[in-house]
């Protein structure tokens, strides 16, 4: 069995203008949560700090917890408070 887990991350709005793509794709340690993507996300682009506290999370077209453990070909979704009309 592998450590590593494989994921796709789907962007929107903010984290998508940071990363310029639509997606991406991620390992991580087995074990890792939805909110430690977000961390990695947030480490690679500091100017998404702000999304910290207001990010939302989803798995697999279900909303979960942060602290949600990932698996091996599960796509995350982190979602970012949307502003228009």
Not at 13 to 32: H, I, K, R
Not at 42 to 54: G, M, S
Not at 57 to 71: A, E, I, Y
Request: aromatic share 8%.
């Amino acid at each position: 069995m592998s450590d590593i887990v494989q994921i796709t991350v789907k962007l929107f709005a903010a984290y998508q203008e940071a990363y310029g793509v639509p997606e991406l794709s991620l390992d991580f340690p087995v074990g890792t949560t939805a909110a430690a993507v977000r961390d990695r996300l947030l480490q690679e682009h500091p100017e998404l700090e702000a999304l910290r506290d207001v990010t939302r999370f989803g798995v697999n077209l279900d909303f979960v917890d942060p602290d949600t453990s990932l698996q091996d070909g599960d796509e995350v979704v982190l979602i970012p408070p949307v502003s228009g009309g």
